[in-house]
């Protein structure tokens, strides 16, 4: 019974005393590296001792033995650097496998369960992964959120392509301002042409009517009458499209006269503000003047004074 019960505890303590061998393992392995190091970082400073000493016994600097002694100082700075990086990440593991050793211990001397150990191992693990999964998951959110300010930042455009497109759009707007004002042109050109083309061609139809008809209406009374009629028409068209223009020009003259009111009252407000201008400037050389005239004024006035207080001092004095 005695022999059943021992076996169970060498089952019990022999995962226990593999973990503990593993961590001793690593630590020593971080202790070697340590060793290793220290080892390199002596021989590096060894070397560069012995450059030191010769270029004490040459007392000359050649180019050859400063050219060494740069990488070798470089080296230096670099495994002083490493030194320090694996001394802070060799205190860090070397205290957690030593709370880990000592967890351990406490627990094969206070003869611990089997199925508890692995319960409790397993309960570590377990929430060592959610710590993982949990830290995995805020890193891609945080990675998202660092994406997506870059692209919003990407999209913002900076002060030269807000300067840029403020030209661009400034000569589009005038580009887009010059064809509009082309484009009225042209259309009220073909309007004026069209009306021309029209009137031409009433004109030259009349008068191909007329040159047709004029014989056989000088002849007959009724060829007469019907003559004079057409004429009347063709008048009163003249007529009426004669007063259509006219309408369309007094128009234009009141919209000509508008501008022309504007632009005389623009002037006389430029002209205003030239003469309030002109006045301030010379109200502000006055003041100058003024300011000058009144300093100079105090200081006559003060050394006056001062001149009268030493003559009444010396006075006293006599």
Same mark, same amino acid.
């Given at each position: ?6 076996? +169970? ?25 340590? +060793? ?22 040459? =007392? ?7 050219? $060494? ?11 002083? %650097? ?26 094969? %001397?206070? =003869?611990?369960? %089997? ?32 994406? #997506? ?26 580009? &887009? ?11 009220? !050109?073909?309007? @004026?042409?069209?009306?021309? $083309?029209?009137?031409?061609? /009433?004109?030259? #139809?009349?008068?191909?009517? &007329? %040159? ?9 009374? +009724? =060829?007469?009458?019907?003559? &004079? +009629?057409?004429?009347? =028409? ?43 201008? /002109? ?6 050389? $006055? ?6 005239? @009144? ?7 003060? #050394?006056?004074?001062?001149? !009268? ?10």
């Amino acid at each position: 019974m005695q022999q059943q019960h021992d076996d +169970d505890t060498n089952k019990v303590t022999r995962p226990e005393e593999e973990e503990l061998q593993g961590a001793r393992a690593s630590v020593e392995t971080l202790a070697a590296n340590l +060793d290793n190091l220290n080892q390199r970082k002596a021989d590096v400073l060894n070397n560069l001792e012995q450059l030191r000493e010769r270029l004490n016994k040459e =007392g000359d600097v050649t180019n050859s033995g400063v050219q $060494k002694l740069l990488p070798l100082l470089k080296s230096v700075k670099d495994l002083e %650097s490493e030194e320090s990086v694996l001394q802070s990440d060799y205190d860090v593991k070397r205290t957690e496998l030593e709370a880990e050793v000592c967890n351990l211990e406490e627990k094969i %001397s206070a =003869g611990m369960d %089997s199925e508890v150990l692995c319960k409790d191992l397993d309960c570590l693990l377990s929430e060592s992964l959610e710590r993982l999964n949990a830290a995995k998951k805020e890193l891609a959110a945080r990675l998202r959120a660092v994406m #997506s300010v870059k692209r919003k930042l990407g999209e913002v455009p900076t002060q030269s392509e807000l300067i840029q497109y403020e030209c661009g759009f400034s000569d589009l707007n005038a580009h &887009i301002q010059e064809k509009h004002r082309q484009t009225r042109k042209y259309y009220a !050109t073909y309007n @004026t042409l069209l009306e021309i $083309k029209e009137l031409m061609l /009433k004109e030259t #139809s009349l008068l191909n009517s &007329i %040159s047709s008809q004029f014989q056989d209406a000088i002849t007959t009374t +009724d =060829g007469r009458t019907k003559l &004079i +009629d057409s004429m009347e =028409g063709i008048v009163k068209g003249s007529q009426q499209k004669l007063q259509k223009i006219e309408a369309g020009l007094q128009q234009e003259q009141k919209v000509f006269d508008a501008l022309k009111k504007r632009y005389a009252a623009a002037m006389a407000e430029q002209r205003r503000c030239y003469s309030l201008l /002109k006045a301030f400037q010379e109200e502000c050389a $006055k003041n100058e003047r003024l300011r000058g005239q @009144t300093s100079v004024e105090n200081a006559t006035a003060a #050394s006056s004074i001062a001149e !009268t207080f030493k003559h009444q001092c010396i006075t006293i004095d006599s």
